[in-house]
T-cell receptor
Framework: GQQVMQIPQYQHVQEGEDFTTYCNSS?????IQWYKQRPGGHPVFLIQ?????EVKKQKRLTFQFGEAKKNSSLHITATQTTDVGTYFC???????????????FGQGTILTVHP | EAQVTQNPRYLITVTGKKLTVTCSQN?????MSWYRQDPGLGLRQIYY???????DKGDVPEGYKVSRKEKRNFPLILESPSPNQTSLYFC???????????????FGSGTRLTVV
């Protein structure tokens, strides 16, 4: 399988500041997914990126997939207290481009926002 | 409402007493999966299923069993629970899109299991 490292492990920001978390892979990814888990909650699927250089936006969240499809980032503009949580970019098992449902989560990036 | 339902939400049991955590989805998803979440270890996949009667081991399958007799249900079975299986468990399901990619898992609300 592919190894995906997510950084930073923790991030503390003041409300209104921007936040970015990065996922870096040693091998080319077929796609990348992003999830958010609020404290005490369950992971929620945010988005999937598939194409090289793809950029997608969801309100204040901007997701990017690198040109080489080896890295991805999630950027939050002007954080709010509702952004608090853990952000994950799990890796897929790839056998000829298919994941077959095997999705491995790491520890993610834990974001805290101080009001 | 499209959802993944797991039961129970909370369970305290004793070592060695067999238990089953149920999971059901109403979205006609092909893929289903079980995860456990522990502090400092993130989410770890226990088992996953690609369709009815097709299951495979995840990263931490020891001590667990699953079955997929119907598309909507994917129960997690602990034949002889031990204290190291105390954890927060999540069931999830996903649609299969072309080329076998799982498009975004929908997670249940979780089951907090304590084994004493």
């Amino acid at each position: 399988g592919q190894q995906v490292m997510q950084i930073p492990q923790y991030q503390h920001v003041q409300e209104g500041e921007d936040f970015t978390t990065y996922c870096n892979s040693s091998t080319t990814l077929s796609n990348i997914q992003w999830y958010k888990q609020r404290p005490g909650g369950h992971p929620v699927f945010l988005i999937q990126l598939v194409k090289s250089g793809e950029v997608k936006k969801q309100k204040r969240l901007t997701f990017q997939f690198g040109e080489a499809k080896k890295n991805s980032s999630l950027h939050i503009t002007a954080t709010q207290t509702t952004d608090v949580g853990t952000y994950f970019c799990p890796r897929s098992l790839n056998a000829g481009g298919t994941s077959y449902g095997k999705l491995t989560f790491g520890q993610g990036t834990i974001l805290t926002v101080h009001p | 409402e499209a959802q993944v339902t797991q039961n129970p939400r909370y369970l305290i049991t004793v070592t060695g007493k067999k238990l089953t955590v149920t999971c059901s989805q109403n979205m006609n998803h092909e893929y289903m999966s079980w995860y456990r979440q522990d502090p400092g270890l993130g989410l770890r996949q226990i088992y996953y299923s690609m369709n009815v009667e097709v299951t495979d081991k995840g990263d931490v399958p020891e001590g667990y069993k699953v079955s997929r007799k119907e598309k909507r249900n994917f129960p997690l079975i602990l034949e002889s629970p031990s204290p190291n299986q105390t954890s927060l468990y999540f069931c999830a399901s996903s649609l299969s899109i072309p080329r076998g990619t799982a498009y975004g898992y929908t997670f249940g609300s979780g089951t907090r299991l304590t084994v004493v």
